[in-house]
């Protein structure tokens, strides 16, 4: 049965070309596994697993399990002067997979939350340590944190904030981006060029003197830019840096954290401790809305001051830390654990790259890029129609061969399952060769 017209009509869509969609909408109404159902009873492969988000795959039993129960049992709690007792339980599962250091997290209920929580906790702790002059914050171009409005503000990707102009924050500056074609074109991992652009923050710094900055954010792997990975020495720079002039370093984690780079967290793949890490996504396996911020010991234990009566940090949501939430959560971390999954992912790490590498050549492909389990492909866009070709390619895996491949603008983007198959991960890039082959 189709959709009522009316109903794709009421729906505007987010980050979608809506009237380009609803010509000939792309409706899903079922998922198992690695694959969705449509409306039209066709089965297709997820090849970017939900939106970095089910690594695990779609409607894993133990989560489905953990969440009915759950619902049935305390569907929500009030998360003021009182709480759920799973969200002290995934609290605690959370935190015993950081790093040493990290033993206190704060649920949101998605990224882009998280991202503005962080940065207002890094501007309260400068103020709990009487430094409230540190109010500037940085990013970095390319960079994206979500779309509320500190995260769109230290974001650094043109169409999500030109549209905003001078509704943005203040008091807010980025680095350089580390992209560079000429350079780095056709990495694998890691690119040996860039770790110079760590330096820009002592640009800044002077510019704004160090210690009115207050907290700098990045994406340790920036995904939705196109997957850009940070170069050799890149970050370990950075973090150099922000020790230099007392400036809290933020990683937001949101795609990274939970296997999808081989490791719980990005921090711990590069060895590089962050001050607060945001996470999402892969929180929940996507299966229902949740993020968290994470911070380090110091940052908790300065809030801790006054009357104990008093309320220490005056943020939060009606929904942090709701008890369904929660609950898949802690299912979603207890499978990571017995099921190996950042193992898993971990070891299909060089298949996903060889395979991707393949279109290196490709008349239609000017750059590719990987890191984990993030992948891009950059196409030559068409003159005058920027992102027509990478939409085209989108709307015919969708219809034509069964799979499922996100675009942003002319950048073909992947993110396979942490625990695919290296053939499903083969015959993804086959289909999209196909594709690639017969379009102009």
């Known amino acids: 049965m189709s959709t009522n017209p009316a109903a794709v009509d009421s729906y505007w869509m987010p980050f979608t070309a809506n009237r380009d969609f609803k010509q000939q909408p792309r409706i899903i109404v079922g998922a198992e596994g690695h694959h969705?159902?449509?409306?039209?009873?066709?089965?297709?492969y997820d090849a970017f697993s939900g939106l970095w988000t089910s690594g695990l795959g779609h409607c894993h039993p133990r989560i489905v399990e953990a969440v009915q129960r759950q619902v049935a049992t305390l569907?929500?709690?009030?998360?003021?002067?009182?709480?759920?007792?799973?969200?002290?339980?995934l609290a605690e599962k959370v935190t015993s997979m950081a790093p040493d250091g990290y033993s206190k997290v704060f649920f949101t209920n998605s990224g882009s939350e998280s991202a503005d929580t962080s940065l207002k906790i890094a501007l309260g702790y400068h103020r709990a340590r009487k430094e409230g002059h540190r109010?500037?914050?940085?990013?970095?171009?390319?960079?994206?944190?979500?779309?509320?409005?500190?995260?769109?503000?230290?974001?650094?990707?043109?169409?999500n904030r030109k549209a905003f102009g001078a509704s943005l924050l203040p008091c807010v500056d980025h680095l350089q981006h580390?992209?560079?074609?000429?350079?780095?074109?056709?990495?694998?991992?890691?690119?040996?060029?860039?770790?110079?652009?760590?330096?820009?923050?002592?640009?800044l710094a002077a510019l704004h003197d160090g210690s009115n900055i207050a907290a700098v954010i990045v994406e340790p792997v920036s995904g939705s830019s196109g997957i850009l990975p940070p170069p050799v020495g890149y970050l370990e720079r950075l973090r150099e840096i922000c020790d230099k002039y007392g400036i809290l370093l933020i990683f937001d984690e949101v795609i990274t954290a939970f296997g999808r780079i081989g490791a719980g967290f990005a921090a711990e793949r590069f060895g590089v401790m962050p001050d607060i890490i945001n996470m999402a996504k892969g929180l929940t396996n996507g299966v229902?809305?949740?993020?968290?911020?994470?911070?380090?010991?110091?940052?908790?234990?300065?809030?801790?001051?006054?009357?104990?009566?008093?309320?220490e940090l005056f943020h939060g949501y009606t929904y942090s830390g709701h008890p369904v939430a929660a609950a898949a959560g802690i299912a979603?971390?207890?499978?990571?654990?017995?099921?190996?999954?950042?193992?898993?992912?971990?070891?299909?790490?060089?298949?996903?790259?060889?395979?991707?590498?393949?279109?290196?050549?490709?008349?239609?492909?000017?750059?590719?890029?990987?890191?984990g389990l993030m992948g891009g492909l950059d196409l030559v866009p068409r003159p005058d129609a920027m992102g027509?070709?990478?939409?085209?390619?989108?709307?015919?895996?969708?219809?034509?061969?069964?799979?499922?491949?996100?675009?942003?603008?002319?950048?073909?983007?992947?993110?396979?399952?942490?625990?695919?198959?290296?053939?499903?991960?083969?015959?993804?890039?086959?289909?999209?060769?196909?594709?690639?082959?017969h379009i102009d």
């Not at 969705?36 to 297709?44: A, Q, S």
């Not at 569907?75 to 339980?89: N, R």
């Not at 992209?179 to 991992?189: C, D, I, K, P, Q």
């Not at 971390?333 to 299909?348: H, I, K």
């Open 36 to 44: 969705y159902h449509t409306e039209d009873g066709r089965k297709l």
């Open 75 to 89: 569907d929500y709690s009030l998360g003021f002067q009182a709480a759920s007792d799973k969200v002290f339980e």
């Open 135 to 159: 109010t500037r914050l940085v990013g970095r171009e390319k960079g994206y944190h979500g779309v509320n409005f500190g995260g769109m503000s230290v974001g650094g990707m043109t169409p």
């Open 178 to 203: 580390t992209w560079n074609l000429e350079h780095n074109a056709y990495s694998r991992g890691q690119p040996a060029w860039g770790a110079h652009f760590a330096d820009d923050l002592e640009r």
């Open 288 to 311: 229902i809305p949740m993020g968290a911020v994470m911070v380090r010991d110091e940052i908790f234990d300065t809030f801790m001051h006054g009357p104990e009566q008093a309320i």
């Open 332 to 371: 979603a971390l207890d499978a990571y654990v017995e099921e190996g999954t950042f193992e898993q992912s971990r070891g299909l790490e060089q298949h996903f790259e060889d395979e991707l590498h393949s279109f290196a050549g490709h008349p239609l492909v000017t750059d590719v890029r990987n890191f």
């Open 388 to 437: 027509a070709r990478g939409l085209e390619v989108h709307k015919k895996c969708f219809w034509e061969e069964d799979i499922v491949v996100r675009n942003g603008g002319d950048i073909l983007q992947f993110s396979p399952f942490l625990n695919s198959r290296p053939e499903d991960i083969t015959m993804t890039f086959e289909k999209v060769r196909k594709v690639l082959d």
